[in-house]
């Protein structure tokens, strides 16, 4: 009995240790597939529960990170069903390939965070009016265009634009 | 891209999508991309990354993103909040199940009562009432009890309410009684609101606050304040004028750096960027006390005190005009700016009298910054201008206008001072395109004088495409020039025709053959340098100045021939008047 609790106080160690080491990569794996942080925080939860519980059949000699990559990416499957009805946008065979590149381009998280704070100050002041009313108030668009009186048509090429603006100015940021 | 499709329009599909607005045949175009072209899928990636990231502002997920590690639960947060799931599982679990065997017992009971009811009615020989009956035996019950509940829980939900704003914002101790162009961060104002001992932001505009106690305080935007008392405020960055009768003495100003006790008067503060606080007093005295000093000094009328964060204070001459006293007199006198927004101008610079000192300049947003003293008084006709007499003299507005659009234009007002030699003095430099793989990467604007003696006006620009030059042009036209006069330039641009004007009159225009996705320039582009140029190596050439200059604006529009002449007919004394 007591060698079986030392066992299994070593093997939550081992996967603690593991985990620290790569949920950042199955992390921003889940958030590039699915961008709500809230989500993708809910499925990392599930993801890592499903790796505990299943950590006796993970064998040693394999990456640890592809393994939970693999594990979340049947979770977001699950979720993509279980949102089926809500008519997503992208289809399934549009996703795979959008999933296969996920984990090859995983950029740190929070090195794009920072970025995007950057990039956000550099925008000019209406551009940043327009970011604080829709993300930081979370003001829908319509709202937003009875606010600034002009047309959501007008306004959804607006916020297209910024985003694009920032993506660029993000990867500038982080190739600096 | 495939289907000649650019990363603008992409990322309005990517965008439509996520908002859930995308129609059928986007859709399917959106997903055909993704399925053949990678470049598409790495650029659908970026742009999810952004909105998720976007999407996290303003919530209390955000935090998550801003942890000493980055990005997300540490290791063991994700395990505490696993092993909390499944002890909440458990809990769940626990309840349905005590909940399943409470609605058996009162199933059962209902039953028991039913039959009861049942028999007394057969007993009686009345008519069986039997839904009335039960109805009065079960639900009348509920209902109070219900009713009850609600009444409670509504005066508790309304006293919980009110102590958490309460406690959110504090009692009311002021109100608001002026406010001119007033532009808010956070929780905004509009006149006669009450104010709450609370933390306010004003990126713009001033706004006058009475306080209970008497004290009248005009806070100049930018500024961040926090009201803390019905006789109190804390000034963390921007400009205050109090006044104060006597019966609110003792109005207090806290700054980063020190505190200031009113006498019965009328007094300035400002908070500089390095949290410098200046004090000036108008009328009667006021003491201030460093945060991190015993010393009490007293300021008398006409004095000026600055304290930094170390404690030391310096005296100063009186910077009174700095400072707005009065709002009802005189609106225009608060434009104390030099940069400004107007209906269709994307950036304005314009300084208008000695009522706006060069020192103004660097302190305004950020937006403009001064490389070397330019503004100064033209003593002759008594008018200030940025003048640019130096090599070193020039303006760096910083990028943050934003011309991410096929078409802009420039417009400004010049005065020519030196005809001598070739005046550069004008160039928005290193602007990149953010809407297609072509860029703007050279644009260059100015004046020289050929061997018959003409002015020309030039403007040397050059366009790349896939990081190589794709077009270089130069457009001149001859100008009449006469020194020391005001002149009104405007160069106009759509798609890639380019327009330059002088004084109203269209005096030459490119017509570009190739025209199509230009994108003109982006937002977040480099510095616009005004009075003086940079070659090939960003450094500043030595090129000799001789201009004043006025009212500099950038329009995120191509302006019309009738709308330069318009522009061009209202002549510097529009925009110099005193």
């Not at chain 2, 803390?228 to 400009?239: D, I, K, M, P, V």
């Not at chain 2, 940069?339 to 000695?354: I, V």
């Not at chain 2, 230009?518 to 977040?524: A, E, F, R, T, Y």
Request: net charge negative; charged share 25%; glycine share 6%.
């Amino acid at each position: 009995m007591v060698e079986s609790q030392i066992s299994l106080k070593s093997d939550d160690e081992l996967f603690a240790s593991l985990l620290d080491g790569n949920r950042k990569r199955i992390f921003g794996f889940i958030l590039s597939l699915v961008p709500n942080l809230s989500d993708a925080d809910d499925l990392l939860q599930e993801t890592v529960l499903i790796m505990w519980r299943k950590f006796d059949q993970f064998e040693a000699d394999k990456c640890f990170a592809t393994w939970g990559v693999g594990i979340a990416y049947n979770k977001i499957l699950q979720f993509r069903r279980s949102q089926s009805k809500l008519n997503l946008p992208i289809s399934d065979e549009a996703f795979e390939k959008i999933s296969e590149k996920a984990d090859i381009i995983n950029i740190p998280l929070n090195d794009t965070s920072d970025a995007l704070e950057v990039c956000i100050k550099k925008l000019n002041s209406k551009d940043q009016a327009l970011i604080n009313l829709k993300y930081d108030h979370k003001e829908k668009i319509k709202d937003i265009s009875d606010i600034v009186k002009r047309s959501a048509d007008s306004l959804y090429k607006d916020f297209s634009r910024i985003h694009n603006m920032l993506r660029i100015c993000i990867d500038r940021q982080l190739a600096k | 891209m495939a289907h000649g499709f650019n990363e603008k329009q992409f990322s309005q599909l990517v965008f439509a999508s996520m908002e859930g607005m995308i129609g059928e045949q986007d859709k399917a175009l959106l997903n055909q991309l993704l399925c053949e072209d990678e470049q598409a899928v790495e650029l659908y990636l970026k742009l999810i990354r952004t909105y998720g990231l976007l999407n996290q502002r303003g919530t209390q997920d955000s935090s998550m993103l801003s942890e000493s590690d980055g990005s997300m639960p540490t290791t063991t947060e994700l395990m505490r909040q696993i092993l909390e799931k499944n002890e909440q599982a458990a809990y769940i679990l626990e309840h349905e199940e005590a909940e399943r065997q409470e609605k058996i017992i009162q199933s059962q009971a209902e039953e028991k009562l039913e039959a009861y009811l049942m028999k007394q009615a057969k007993s009686s020989g009345k008519a069986i009432r039997y839904t009335d009956s039960k109805e009065q035996i079960k639900v009348k019950p509920r209902s109070y009890r219900m009713m009850v509940f609600a009444a409670a829980a509504c005066l508790m939900f309304g006293l919980t309410l009110t102590f958490i704003l309460q406690q959110a914002s504090g009692p009311e101790v002021a109100i608001l009684v002026g406010s001119t162009d007033a532009q808010w961060k956070g929780a905004s104002l509009a006149l006669s609101d009450k104010i709450n001992v609370d933390e306010y932001e004003l990126l713009s505009g001033l706004i006058e606050i009475k306080f209970d106690q008497g004290a009248n305080v005009i806070f100049e935007g930018p500024a961040k304040f926090k009201i803390e008392s019905a006789n109190g405020a804390y000034l963390e960055q921007g400009r205050l004028v109090a006044s104060v009768p006597p019966r609110a003495q003792g109005f207090t100003v806290n700054t980063p750096s020190a505190k200031m006790v009113d006498l019965g008067t009328e007094f300035g503060v400002y908070i500089d960027d390095i949290q410098t606080s200046h004090l000036v007093v108008f009328k009667g005295s006021v003491t201030i006390q460093p945060h991190a000093s015993n010393e009490i000094h007293t300021v008398t009328s006409g004095e000026m005190k600055l304290v930094g964060l170390n404690s030391t204070i310096v005296e100063k001459d009186l910077g009174s005009h700095l400072y707005v006293r009065d709002l009802s007199k005189e609106p225009e006198s608060v434009h104390r700016s030099v940069c400004f927004y107007d209906k269709k101008s994307q950036f304005h610079l314009l300084y208008k009298t000695n009522k706006f000192p060069a020192s103004q300049l660097l302190s305004y947003e950020g937006r403009v910054d001064l490389v070397a003293d330019v503004p100064k008084k033209d003593d002759q006709k008594n008018q200030y201008s940025m003048v640019f007499d130096d090599v070193k003299d020039c303006v760096v507005i910083a990028p943050r206008y934003d011309v991410d659009q096929d078409e802009l234009s420039y417009g400004m007002w010049v005065k020519f001072t030196d005809l001598s030699s070739q005046t550069i003095f004008f160039m928005p430099s290193d602007l990149d395109e953010l809407g297609g793989d072509e860029l703007l990467t050279y644009f260059n604007v100015y004046i020289s004088k050929d061997k018959n003696k003409q002015f020309n006006l030039h403007c040397d620009y050059q366009l790349e495409k896939s990081l190589h030059v794709d077009l270089k042009r130069r457009l001149s036209g001859p100008i009449n020039l006469s020194k020391d006069q005001w002149v009104h330039l405007a160069v106009t641009i759509k798609n890639k025709d380019l327009q330059m004007y002088f004084d109203g009159q269209l005096i030459v225009e490119s017509h570009n053959k190739d025209k199509g996705n230009s994108g003109v320039m982006g937002g977040l582009g480099e510095e616009i340098i005004i009075g003086n140029t940079i070659n090939s190596f960003s450094t500043v050439e030595k090129k000799q100045t001789g201009f004043m200059l006025n009212d500099f604006a950038i329009y995120a529009c191509h302006l019309t021939e009738q709308d330069v002449a318009e522009l061009a007919k209202k002549k510097i004394s529009d925009v110099q008047k005193d």
